[in-house]
């Protein structure tokens, strides 16, 4: 059964990466694929939500699917704002994982862990 499915998940994801200059062929898989992505982030956000760096991975997840949906609808309609904007987002996104890294290496050398529960005596 899984071995009829692959020809097709294959040809799925060569039309993903390759747009054809501009025309996209099965643009709804794409968005559902990258709906799926964000879902799939979100989920893990809500389940793994006490360990800090499950949580900026989750966040970074869903940050490439919106980045990815700009960058599919800016290739659809032919307009380069879409771009543009995904851009400025993951300049945003690069910064604030930055910052989210360098707090969690001054959680780990303040408590040896990474875990929300641990830190309740940090009163800031």
């Known amino acids: 059964m899984i071995v009829f499915l ?33 879902m799939l982030g979100l989920v893990g956000l809500v389940i793994n939500f006490r360990n800090f760096l499950v949580a900026m991975m989750c966040i970074e ?9 700009f960058l599919v609808h800016a290739n659809v309609i032919q307009d380069p704002k879409g771009q543009i904007y995904a851009l400025l987002f993951l300049i945003i996104a690069a910064s604030e994982s930055a910052v989210g890294l ?23």
């Open 102 to 124: 360098g707090l969690l290496i001054v959680l780990f050398r303040f408590g040896e862990a990474i875990n929300y529960y641990q830190y309740t005596q940090l009163r800031g």
């Open 6 to 38: 692959i020809p097709q998940f294959m040809n799925f994801f060569s039309d993903f990466i390759f747009f054809n200059f501009g025309y996209v062929s099965n643009i709804s898989d794409i968005l559902s694929f990258l709906f799926l992505l964000y």
């Open 61 to 69: 997840l869903m940050y490439l699917s919106i980045i990815m949906s």
